[in-house]
């Protein structure tokens, strides 16, 4: 039961342009939200998160967006660099459990 | 201030036997979580402990796996008869408080089953 999904398993973005990364969950229950960062043989690295009474919350050039509506959020990063080349996951919690809830990961390649 | 350290790194274990995962929190943390990674997959929750306790383990498999947190010492899983569908990596991540937003994770150990 995949209660937060990334439908795009991989994105191609030029450097300078912006990268949009998408992703959806089910559970209306869940009120936090993150992205983490992850390269191979690594694990993951929390990148940014945002509270569901938010609908926007920015960290340098990467911005997440929350609908909470289309239950939906994505993440902004501009302008993209090569090193941000690596797999995003988006994750979700709720107030009332310990568990992230874990996409399947976008694979970001960034092409100079 | 090392980070979270896991080991071993990779590990090749054979069809029925033991795989014992090593998971040392970050120094003044106290709740460790494990976390397992598919292929092609993200990562899937599987136990939350304290020093001493097990929180949750609603992730757990409910057989052959078993997880410990001691007093002293790291953070155990423990893989029980192995099979070839335990092949995945294996992640654990710990916080200071009971907090799983503020979790930081380890490398991982990628566990091989042959």
């Known amino acids: 039961d995949q209660q937060v999904k990334q439908n795009s398993p991989s994105l191609s973005v030029q450097e300078g342009r912006i990268s949009i990364l998408n992703c959806d969950y089910t559970?209306?229950?869940?009120?936090?939200f993150l992205w983490y960062k992850k390269y191979p043989a690594e694990g993951p690295t929390f990148l940014i998160s945002i509270s569901s009474i938010k609908d926007k919350n920015e960290d340098g050039r990467f911005t997440v967006f929350l609908n909470k509506s289309a239950k939906h959020l994505s993440l902004h990063i501009v302008p993209s660099q090569p090193g941000d080349s690596a797999v995003y996951f988006c994750?979700?919690?709720?107030?009332?459990?310990?568990?992230?809830?874990f996409g399947k990961g976008t694979s970001l390649l960034v092409t100079p | 201030n090392a980070g979270v350290m896991q080991n071993p790194r990779h590990l090749v274990r054979r069809r029925g036997q033991e795989a014992r995962l090593r998971c040392s929190p970050m120094k003044g943390h106290s709740h460790v979580y494990w976390y397992r990674q598919l292929p092609e997959e993200g990562l899937k929750f599987m136990v939350y402990?304290?020093?001493?306790?097990?929180?949750?383990e609603s992730g757990m498999p409910k057989e052959r796996f078993s997880a410990e947190f001691p007093k002293e010492g790291p953070s155990i899983l423990r893989i029980q008869q192995v099979v070839r569908g335990d092949s995945a990596a294996y992640f654990c991540?710990?916080?200071?408080?009971?907090?799983?937003?503020?979790?930081?994770f380890g490398q991982g150990t990628r566990l091989t089953v042959v």
């Open positions: 991540a710990s916080s200071p408080l009971g907090l799983n937003t503020e979790a930081f």
């Open positions: 994750a979700a919690n709720s107030n009332s459990g310990y568990a992230l809830n």
């Open positions: 559970n209306s229950m869940f009120d936090y």
């Open positions: 402990l304290q020093k001493e306790n097990i929180i949750d």
